[in-house]
């Protein structure tokens, strides 16, 4: 029976572990130091090299001809290792013995010497999946521990893990390969099989396993399985799996530059192919939050596993005129859509709906100064505005109100009136609310009660005043809200202090209830 490629592939030595140096060094020197841990701890993702490098420890600490901290892969002890023979090497899946009889026949195995070796290596792989009294078994073997054993405990979920079993042992932490540390692992695989791999697909098996190297592996051999001694990146996609990233990079690109068109016929496009459109929208908006991530943190990594350095520069220049606020607006926006979605009858309505509310307001062009991704050396040439961006006002200019707060006041009635048609309640609640302040495109609307404010805050009902706002006064104006204790109802201009039938008929509004003599 032929060997899978992660298995044939697989570390025998700390030189060939991929990536993980901080975690090697560290190992390696207290190796050749002779200080070595009586337990220690793996944390981290799946298949990244834990359970490999657990091995290449015990191996280490039973060679007999080491080189520095190197196993020397002749001797006896490390070709019992490598091929599942050894007495003192005992690996545990604790997914599957996770009771307090098992560590209990463990702590009996652990108080018997070694076979023929220096150490009895204990390896516990999912610790995390032990039981509570199974814990407190083994924590009492890890606080009196024989001088003749080393236990190495794996886990992907460290915050399962007791703290007093942690805080007995050696902590390392792993973290996912590198894209290129992956790629680089691939092309020596390949290379070995000798068989002829497009660069191409061997990056995008990269892609998607997303630093998870086993992952990374698999696919690859799932790709060579195709049998040819040259693999195109046409025949890779009959064993790739499906990506709509492309799609929603271009559907993203779209936005950002107000193409609603276009990004209209590629909704429509997307769903006669086949495709799922709650899926694609819930994508794009997992997209943007990455990106609203990196455009504030300035770390690119976690895109570099979607994109290519291509796709990532022409974003990055794109995105160079996005400010955070636009692209929150729009993930609410979209979370409104993939919301309605699920109850639409025409089921790309909702998503045609954010569409033209993201590309056809000001939010998504406006180059506001803030955070900017870094500019491209290949990237630097002028970036084109488009007719419906706004200039930013220069440096030293004043910045001028859009609405008079006067202008406001006399209008808010027909702010209330008009929001009925929208959401009754929320139209009630704005009653009681009191426009305060207008700073060039932001109206602050204050409100005694903390539970009127929080409702109005609400991302679905923010919107729909804005909304309201443009239509009454005409242009954009951005809601803030805030609670003031102090604020008099009966303050003449307050829509909600006109009388206490106001309040009544605020409260009948809201609960749909009458008055009953």
């Known amino acids: 029976m032929s060997t899978t490629l992660y298995r044939k592939y697989r570390p025998q030595i700390f030189a060939e572990v991929v990536d993980q140096n901080h975690i090697k060094v560290t190992l390696q020197n207290e190796i050749e130091s002779g200080k070595i841990a009586h337990a220690y701890l793996f944390s981290g993702p799946r298949g990244v090299g834990k359970t490999t490098i657990a091995r290449i420890l015990a191996k280490a600490l039973n060679c007999r001809q080491r080189t520095n901290a190197e196993p020397c892969e002749r001797c006896a002890s490390c070709e019992e290792i490598k091929n599942g023979r050894s007495l003192d090497l005992i690996e545990i899946d604790a997914a599957s013995n996770r009771g307090i009889n098992e560590i209990r026949e463990l702590r009996e195995q652990a108080r018997v010497t ?58 390392f932490d792993f973290k996912k390969v590198a894209l290129a540390e992956t790629i680089r692992h691939l092309e020596e695989i390949v290379q070995k099989e000798k068989i002829k791999v497009d660069s191409r697909v061997i990056e995008n098996i990269a892609r998607h396993a997303e630093g998870y190297l086993r992952d990374a592996v698999s696919l690859l051999g799932q790709v060579l399985s195709l049998g040819d001694k040259q693999i195109t990146l046409e025949e890779s996609t009959l064993v790739l799996p499906r990506s709509d990233l492309a799609t929603i990079n271009a559907f993203v690109t779209q936005l950002f530059q107000n193409q609603t068109a276009a990004a209209l016929g590629l909704i429509n496009k997307y769903l006669e192919e086949g495709g799922d459109l709650e899926f694609f929208t819930k994508e794009t908006v997992e997209f943007l939050r990455r990106l609203l991530l990196a455009l504030i943190t300035q770390n690119w990594q976690e895109l570099l596993w979607d994109l290519a350095d291509d796709d990532l520069k022409e974003l990055q220049r794109h995105l160079r005129k996005v400010s955070i606020e636009s692209l929150r607006r729009m993930i609410e926006i979209l979370l409104e859509a993939l919301a309605n979605i699920r109850r639409s009858e025409i089921i790309q309505l909702p998503l045609e709906l954010a569409v033209v509310k993201i590309t056809q307001s000001d939010n998504v062009a406006e180059d506001q100064s803030g955070f900017e991704p870094p500019a491209p050396s290949a990237l630097a040439a002028p970036v084109k505005t488009s007719a419906a961006q706004k200039i930013a006002p220069e440096a030293g200019e004043s910045s001028k109100p859009l609405a008079e707060l006067e202008t406001v006041k006399q209008k808010w009635p027909e702010v209330i009136e008009a929001l009925k048609d929208y959401n009754h309640s929320l139209s009630s609640f704005l009653k009681v609310g009191f426009p305060q302040s207008v700073n060039a495109d932001k109206l602050c609307v204050s409100f005694k009660y903390t539970f009127h404010a929080e409702r109005v805050k609400e991302s679905k009902n923010k919107v729909m005043v804005e909304t309201v706002l443009e239509k009454v006064y005409g242009q954009k104006l951005l809601l803030a809200v805030q609670v003031d204790e102090s604020l008099n109802l009966s303050e003449p201009g307050n829509a909600a202090g006109q009388s206490g039938e106001n309040m009544v008929e605020m409260v009948l509004d809201t609960l749909g209830g009458e008055v009953v003599n």
């Not at 886990?155 to 007995?168: D, L, N």
């Open 114 to 171: 070694p076979a023929k070796e220096n150490y009895k290596v204990f390896i516990i792989d999912e610790v995390h999946m032990l039981t509570t009294e199974a814990f407190n078994a083994l924590l009492k073997i890890l606080e009196e521990p024989p001088a003749h054993v080393v236990f190495i405990l794996a886990t992907t979920e460290i915050h399962k893990i007791p703290e007093t079993i942690i805080s007995r042992c050696q902590r």
